[in-house]
């Protein structure tokens, strides 16, 4: 669902341009006007292409609307782009492309009475989501630092293993050095993460094994932030899908890791 925080639709494809703009630049920093708009004949437009190359998501983003009442037909898109590469999203980068063909957005109203547009139907379109491992293991490196750094434990090395279960759902175990003073242990965190039709990663099943003193305090310093993150989903991708199920979702796991997907009739 995309939020036009507006009581008025459109009129032209230059107001709509205008709107998703300001829309997008709510959620990301970094973000000037990445919205392009070509007309064919409005509410029919040839292309919408939103780039977002560098962006940073938020740290408090605007919630997605609900909506209610009525639903009416909005908007047909003859082709719908997405493309952000070194999207920053929270610590962590990763790079998101979107392609979709002949698309149709609903209209409906939140409970402020403002328009929402809802992704309904395409005729065919594909999703791909990357991030380097080596980002992936710098932003848990950059976590762990942080909370356990303030009570006087180290941590120097960080190593990430990730492994595919089933279709939709990767195993990741992490392994980092933590030292106090001139001791040092090993500790795994272990978590699980799952996809659902509309590519909203959930994390679950995060626990921290460590051995002797430094390995237990360690953990018990990261359990209270685990603790946080465990059962939290997030989306993958910075386009809310809305009705769009997606199918054929594929895990790449290798120095990058790769999720692709399809939707479409």
């Keep these: 669902m995309l939020p036009l925080y507006t009581k008025t639709f459109p ?9 998703l703009n300001a829309s997008v630049q709510q959620a990301f920093r970094n973000a000037a006007n990445p919205v392009t708009i070509r007309d064919r004949r409005f509410p029919r437009v040839a292309e919408i292409r939103i780039t977002l190359d560098g962006a940073a998501l938020r740290r408090d983003p605007p919630r997605p609307p609900t909506v209610q009442g009525a639903r009416a037909a909005a908007l047909h898109v003859d082709d719908l782009h997405l493309n952000a590469a070194g999207v920053q999203i929270g610590p962590a980068l990763a790079s998101i492309r979107l392609g979709a063909r002949a698309v149709d957005f609903d209209r409906a109203n939140d409970p402020n009475g403002e328009v929402v547009l809802i992704l309904k139907t395409a005729a065919e379109g594909e999703i791909e989501v990357s991030a380097e491992q080596q980002s992936i ?3 848990i490196a950059a976590v762990a630092r942080e909370e356990a750094g303030k009570h006087g434990v180290v941590i120097d090395q960080v ?18 050095r933590a030292k106090k003073l001139v001791f040092a242990t090993t500790i795994r965190i272990t978590a699980k993460l799952d996809l659902d039709e509309q590519l909203n990663a959930t994390i679950s099943g995060l626990a921290c094994h460590g051995d002797g003193a430094i390995g237990a305090m360690a953990c018990g310093v990261l359990q209270p ?9 997030f989306s993958l991708t910075a386009l809310p899908l809305g009705e ?17 997907a399809e939707f479409g009739a």
């Excluded at 009129?11 to 709107?19: M, N, P, Q, V």
């Excluded at 932030?225 to 989903?233: A, E, I, T, V, W």
């Excluded at 290798?254 to 692709?260: A, E, I, R």
Aim: no cysteine; charged share 30%; glycine share 8%.
């Design 11 to 19: 009129t032209s494809a230059a107001e709509l341009a205008k709107l």
């Design 137 to 139: 293991e710098s932003a």
């Design 159 to 176: 190593q990430l293993a990730v492994r595919p279960r089933g279709e939709r759902g990767i195993d990741a175990e992490v392994q980092l």
């Design 225 to 233: 932030h685990l603790r946080k993150m465990d059962g939290r989903s």
């Design 244 to 260: 769009i199920r997606v199918r054929d979702v594929r895990f790449a796991v290798g120095q990058t890791l790769l999720v692709t």
